[in-house]
């Protein structure tokens, strides 16, 4: 089914194939007066974001609920929980770029003279060179202005000469660029992240305002208000380190460096200062298993001798054999192809192998060596001292190897996978570095951390999450599970035992930047071989329905965001996007040429969001090329397209997450099971008592008792759709 699919919201979804997934309006099951009246107050403060020229008329003569007979007059919603149509109202006139930007309000942020004068006095001297930078009057419209370093106003030359001497202290090979004074956003506050909604970025591919293609810290800011609009408690951002990119940032060369493609270390201020004037958490990926190999560290290990303290930081070894010509071990990459390389002595001869569990521009870190968490304690320092307020830990359960380094089994684990007796991962020392970890981290209050774990047995799971290790460990069951009942119920059920033994907190997450997106996911067709690509890049792959995804989707946002405890989103996800089908000769992930070009790996998930128009790239760049490209039928999954729909998948983010922070019914830790028809499953929250249903079948299905606060499909004749789920309370 082609993404030109029509916009048109169908009165009901199509029982035989895959109905647009908007919410239409419906006349029985009304909510009532008070939660009308809060819903009216909610998008009324909405509209204040989407721009401040709208007026009573505009609202007077917004259209009728695409669903709905007729308009009323009063503002109220219908049994789906979405809001009435004049709630929906923003004026007739077409979203364009001065409209996007009011959405954001990042240009009327730092056009601001009085506030960017504030934003001087509170950094320092080289902090000033942005902060002037900031002072043009339209930076979303300026996308190369908009990063150039000094950048502030040409009638004023003494404060450009004074931009000018900060900026060539910058470029000085000895500058150094002081932390800022600031703290975590409310210190105060040591247990935000328990039931937060964090938002993941992949710089890359958010917003580009520099023009080259490739999103960065500037476009991060630029979207702040789009972020609160959609009502995040925190980012999560993807590696924005020094690296030479071999694998998009988790390659790091100085981990206490922005790198340039990003912006700069006063840009990366700008953010967090920006971020916490919205309440905005800001936490950044760590990735301390390995380093890049132009590492200062590697590229001395390799001018070194053997035995050598250079060396000594990361895992050489000699290889086995007479000559030392075959690996120390059998251990192959989680990209593919062996996890040794060998190097040249100094002389020139055949020497030792050093390890690396991911590409050979990684090379593994020596976690017994007390200067590699001496050196990770000073970058964690670096960043909290900036104000950030945690990080996500990559590959939480690696670092630590077995002394001995024992051969894998080669037939239990693929590409990109691990198990739980897999020797490079899980290792029991793992846990002493995570305890130091946390023991920095105490030491800024309000600050968090969430471990990548890639672990299945719920005992081992939860010895990461005790008091004194990982706040939060990413539990990926969930987006492992098939849209079927047993197997999202299952994942629901494991993922809140893993976590009861400490009293630790569940995680809940659909996709990420190494997961297919669930849209994609859910809309791939039983009996077709999965990642099927087609003649033309353009049209979706033959064995995915994108729109029973996007349904299918929609139904488990409403399932995730029903269950206690803590909520990551991938950038997109919120649009409804698919993976996107491309070219060969597009692919960058270094799966693709590690693996002999027979796993595509993970660029399909990672491809560029688009903003606004009806052509790449959308809105995200000024630049046509971007860094992967961007399927020409995204028209339809715009922020611009779906702003203002309230039957669009961005609208149902935005209510469902609102009603989760509103409403006293999601209290509770733990959840309780009702009995369902085949094909469906249903829970209530233990304290709160919300009920979440889900319908995971092909016909329409009775609801649990209750009054309906919001359903991802309009009910059939008073019953619960197929492929979609509903919350009473």
């Known amino acids: 089914m ?33 939660e009308a009246t809060a819903t009216d107050s909610t998008d009324e403060d909405a509209a204040d974001v989407v721009g401040d020229e709208q007026s009573d008329d505009a609202v007077d003569s917004a259209p009728a609920d695409p669903g709905s007979s007729e308009t009323d007059d009063v503002v109220e919603t219908d049994e789906t929980g979405a809001p009435g149509p004049d709630v929906a109202a923003r004026g007739d006139e077409d979203i364009d770029d001065s409209k ?11 056009g601001d003279d009085e506030q960017t004068a504030e934003t001087v006095e509170a950094v320092d001297a080289v902090d000033a060179v942005e902060a002037v930078d900031a002072d043009e009057p339209d930076r979303a419209d300026d996308d190369t202005d908009a990063t150039a370093a000094g950048a502030g106003d040409d009638n004023d030359d003494e404060s450009a000469d004074d931009v000018d001497e900060v900026q060539q202290a910058v470029d000085a090979d000895d500058a150094v660029v002081p932390a800022s004074t600031a703290t975590q956003l409310d210190p105060d506050d040591d247990t935000w992240w328990k039931s937060a909604v964090f938002y993941q970025i992949y710089p890359r ?52 460096d922005i790198d340039p493609i990003f912006g700069d270390l006063a840009r990366f201020d700008e953010l967090i200062a920006e971020a916490h004037e919205r309440s905005i958490r800001v936490t950044m990926d760590l990735v301390p298993n390995h380093t890049s190999d132009q590492h200062q560290w590697f590229v001395d290990a390799l001018a070194a001798e053997p035995g050598s303290n250079e060396r000594a930081r990361y895992i050489f070894r000699d290889g086995r054999g007479d000559d030392g010509d075959e690996p120390p071990n059998n251990w192959r ?31 593994d870190l020596n976690w017994e060596n007390p200067e590699v968490f001496d050196d990770l304690e000073q970058t964690l320092r670096f960043w909290l001292d900036r104000g950030v307020d945690g990080f996500r830990i990559d590959v939480a359960h690696g670092m630590a190897k077995p002394a001995d380094l024992p051969d894998m089994d080669l037939e239990s684990t693929g590409l990109l996978q691990n198990d739980d007796d897999d020797p490079r991962f899980n290792n029991y020392a793992v846990h002493d570095i995570h305890r130091k970890i946390r023991k920095v981290l105490d030491e800024y209050p309000g600050s968090a951390n969430v471990g990548e774990i890639w672990v299945d047995d719920n005992e081992r799971f939860a010895e990461y999450l005790r008091p004194d290790e990982l706040h939060l460990g990413f539990n990926f069951r969930l987006a492992k599970a098939t849209f079927d009942t047993e197997s999202i119920r299952d994942a629901i059920e494991n993922s809140l035992a893993a976590v009861l033994s400490v009293s630790g907190v569940p995680t809940w997450t659909l996709s990420n930047h190494d997961v297919d997106r669930e849209v994609s996911r859910y809309g791939r067709i039983e009996g077709t071989p999965s990642g099927a690509v087609p003649a033309d890049p353009e049209i979706e792959a033959p064995d995915t329905d994108i729109d029973l995804g996007i349904l299918r989707a929609r139904a488990m946002l409403l399932v995730e965001l029903a269950l206690p405890g803590t909520v990551f989103i991938y950038n997109g996800a919120e649009l409804g996007l698919p993976n996107a089908d491309l070219p060969d000769d597009a692919l960058q992930d270094p799966v693709w040429e590690r693996s002999g070009h027979t796993e595509r790996g993970r660029d399909a998930c990672r491809v560029p969001l688009p903003w606004e128009g009806f052509e790449p790239p959308f809105g995200f760049s000024g630049n046509p090329d971007t860094w992967l490209p961007m399927p020409s ?97």
């Not at 169908?10 to 419906?26: L, Q, R, S, V």
């Open 2 to 34: 082609s993404d030109e699919t029509s916009n048109a919201v169908p009165a009901e979804p199509d029982p035989d194939g895959a109905p647009d997934a908007a919410i239409t309006g419906a006349d029985e099951n009304a909510v009532t007066s008070e």
């Open 100 to 110: 996007i930007d009011a959405v954001a309000e990042s240009s009327e942020a730092t």
């Open 205 to 256: 591919s958010f917003s580009d305002l520099d023009g080259d293609g490739v999103g960065d810290l500037a476009g991060v800011i630029d979207k702040l208000g789009y972020l609160e609009l959609l009502g995040v408690d925190a980012l999560w951002l993807s590696p924005i380190m020094r690296s030479p990119m071999a694998d998009h940032g988790y390659d790091v060369s100085d981990p206490r």
């Open 333 to 363: 990459s989680i990209f593919g192809g062996p996890a040794w390389t060998r190097i040249p002595d100094p002389d020139g001869t055949p020497g030792q192998w050093y390890l690396h569990i991911f590409a050979a521009e990684q090379p």
């Open 633 to 729: 039928s995204w028209s339809r999954f715009t922020v611009e397209a779906q702003l203002e729909d309230i039957g669009s998948t961005l609208s149902l983010y935005r209510q469902a997450i609102e009603m989760r922070y509103e409403r006293t019914e999601f209290d509770g830790d733990t959840v309780e099971w009702y009995g369902a028809p085949d094909g469906c499953l249903a829970f209530r929250r233990s304290v709160g008592h919300l009920t979440c249903a889900l319908n995971t079948g092909d016909v329409p299905v009775p609801l649990p008792p209750g009054e309906i606060l919001l359903t991802s499909y309009p009910l059939i004749d008073g019953q619960l759709a197929p492929n979609s789920a509903a919350w009473l309370v």
